[in-house]
């Protein structure tokens, strides 16, 4: 019996507020902003608009700030960072709706500002050991146990993002060079890797054992009807959190223990043994080095070096 798969309905927009909508839709594609961008800011907008119906808004010009206000209380609980998304696209989509004359108050003006602090938190890695206990909890006699741990494998030795997972075809892949090859999208930057034996051997294996029959131009595709491309990282992170489970991994509270933690934990292990950040840097992708910076957080005993001395500072301060 096949399963098929349940999907999101999709977007409508009501009629009342659509012209802006499009309008908006294409302005940021007029910019340049990458599909990632894109997607995310018109996600946002679309559960702004949704919520103001629901509160019975009939259009954009009866949009106060109040509406708003009530709007972001649906975030509370919600990270400052995470809240700062928010708001930097609305600040978008009220700007243009006040130059495009939708609007006639400059309601992006009026939002609150979050102070977001970069760099504030210590990025999670994994443990060697609990690395290997996640790998051991996939099912690779399972075909979507073997799209999973090939995907935590492209994610754990080659520290590659999900979208750039997501995005990989048969083209991508040079088998002769044994190398990887791909556009990455949050940054528009190629990039090429090597094709670690085992991670070569575990892509090989779902495509000729595990992929279901499609015609799809991916690699990692959906289990369920349709077979098309994967969903969002967040899908991906609930399995991920399932082998968790199921592997007995004591992730920390409040630690981020996703897709993306992996990618830190290269960082770190690459950090341990002494490799160049320029080199780090190239590797997960990195347009600035300084970037590439922040997972210097992890290097513990490197920091530890860095360490002062209060009582020498002190002595130094009395004798000036």
């Known amino acids: 019996m096949q399963v098929t798969r349940r999907t999101k309905p999709a977007f409508k927009c009501p009629p009342t507020f659509m012209a802006e909508y499009n309008a908006f839709c294409e302005e940021l594609i007029y910019l340049g902003f990458s599909k990632t961008t894109i997607d995310s800011s018109t996600q946002k907008t679309q559960k702004l608009i949704s919520h103001l119906v629901t509160n019975g808004v009939q259009k954009s010009a009866d949009i106060t700030i109040n509406h708003i206000d009530d709007f972001m209380r649906l975030f509370e609980r919600k990270s400052p960072n995470h809240v700062g998304v928010f708001l930097y696209t609305l600040r978008k989509y009220f700007t243009f709706l006040f130059e495009q004359g939708y609007i006639s108050h400059d309601l992006a ?20 050991a609990d690395l290997q206990k996640l790998l051991d909890s996939v099912d690779r006699a399972d075909p979507k146990g073997k799209r999973d741990y090939a995907i935590l494998l492209l994610a754990i030795r080659l520290g590659l993002r999900y979208s750039d997972i997501r995005n990989l075809k048969p083209t991508s892949i040079n088998w002769n060079r044994n190398t990887l090859n791909l556009l990455m999208v949050k940054t528009g930057q190629p990039i090429e890797l090597p094709l670690l034996k085992d991670v070569g051997w575990a892509i090989i294996d779902y495509l000729q054992n595990g992929r279901p029959v499609t015609d799809s131009d991916y690699i990692f595709i959906r289990h369920k009807a349709p077979f098309n491309a994967l969903g ?20 920390p509270a409040k630690q981020r223990g996703g897709l993306h933690s992996l990618r830190s934990t290269l960082a770190g292990n690459m950090l341990d043994i002494k490799v160049p950040l320029p080199i780090i840097s190239e590797t997960l992708g990195h347009q600035s080095i300084h970037t590439t910076g922040h997972y210097l957080m992890i290097d513990i005993e490197g920091l530890r070096k860095c360490a002062v001395d209060p009582e020498g500072v002190i002595s130094i301060e009395s004798s000036i």
Do not use: C, H, M, Q
């Open 109 to 128: 003006s009026k939002l609150p500002k979050v102070r977001e602090v970069k760099n504030a938190t210590i990025p999670y890695t994994w443990k060697k």
């Open 232 to 251: 969002s990282r967040g899908a991906f992170d609930k399995g991920l959190r399932r082998y968790i489970l199921k592997s007995g991994i004591n992730i």
